[in-house]
């Protein structure tokens, strides 16, 4: 299964023209220290498997969140495993669990990228721990709360959009790990909120939050030299030795976050009382009515790239980009020919259930379109009921049958089918982004 969706992954860069970036290196320890995390911002957490003094067992040595420019608009889990001075291993296995679900992954890709992967779908929640190599019984770790529902975070991580790489290294419980009493401390100026990073010879060695005061404090650590750095800031110390007993303060400041004053207001000609709706990077943000002189406004709008439109309605504007200081006039027009569908979505793409290899290698096969045009989609056929225009995404034995069509045909929805192998399906779906049209 994780070798049919990763070539289906490799297929979706080649034919929209997307190369996957190169994989974040790891870098390789003794297993003895305590594991680097810098996805706990993010809800990921790590359950310590605890075995007995002397037993060998699957530690989690490294979780990290990828950035956008390691992203590139993926949503995978990314696995390797290492043995115990740090080596690579190959042709072990991990346990991919979700409510109402698992999944086995073999660790056996070639050297240059992860050994394993998973593709998250939309509002999955999974946890991941080591099978082992063939033939051991091991204990291990469980790494927890990974999910794509993270904000936008520039071109690469955005809504649905985000990735997380693990290591799990064969580790001996009980090995002593070195003396760690230095403190480094000190203040972030405009920086509450933000994640602290010290970094050694390039990467996190630990990580912590800046306090609402904006002041941090980083403890219990080794005898070495570090640089405090701001994650996803441009801005870190010099280099800072500590002995492994004394502490050092270190001060950062951040340049002042730009004030979000940008507003999109306008007029929508017969649109007194509809709902018009908000959509930033293509996911629906803020919705307001119309006025009764068909006035709208929405404000306090950071930069981004949005677009609008009516609810119930093929009315939309085209994409816009706010700089997060100016206002920015759009008109919208209903057309007098416009009939109300009393609907309150206008698209929405259905699917075979998720959980079905149907289901999510459609949803891969879909990804780029969905973005695209910015429209609802899921496998409930409730939640299809309530849009005027319904696209089936398949037609395999799990995806919605003739059943499905009546019944949202019933329902006064409009219904089409985009059917055939997958690349029919891909080559279909391409040519309605390259026409603009859903």
Known sequence: MSTLLSSISEFFAALFGRAAPPYPGVTATRGLDAPVNDAAAYGVGIEEAKPPIGQLYWKVQRVHHLTADENNFRQHIFVDMQDEAGNRLQGGAVRVNWPGGEQIITLNKPPGEPAGNFPMWKYQVCDVAAIGMPGETLVSDKVTGLHTSHKDEGPGNRLFHHSFALVFQRTLAGAAAPARESIISGRVTNGAGRIVLLLQEGAAAAQTVVAADESYSVTALAAGTYQVAVQGADVRSDPVTVDGRGAATVNLTLPAAPKEESTVSGRVLRGAGATIELYASGALVHWTLVAADERYQFTALPAGLYRVGIAGKD??????????????????????????????????????????????????????????????????????????HVTIIGGGPDAPGAAVEQALAAAGCRVERIAGDANAVAAELAQRIEAGQP
């Open 315 to 388: 009315v939309v504007s085209e994409d816009f980009h706010l700089d997060g200081v100016s206002a920015r006039q759009l008109d919208l027009e209903i057309p007098e020919s416009a009939e109300p569908t009393g609907k309150p979505l206008t698209r929405y793409v259905l699917f075979a259930p998720l959980n079905t290899v149907q289901g999510q290698i459609d949803w891969l096969l879909a990804a780029p379109y969905l973005q695209t045009f910015g429209l609802t989609a899921g496998a409930n056929l409730d939640h299809a009921k309530l849009a005027a």
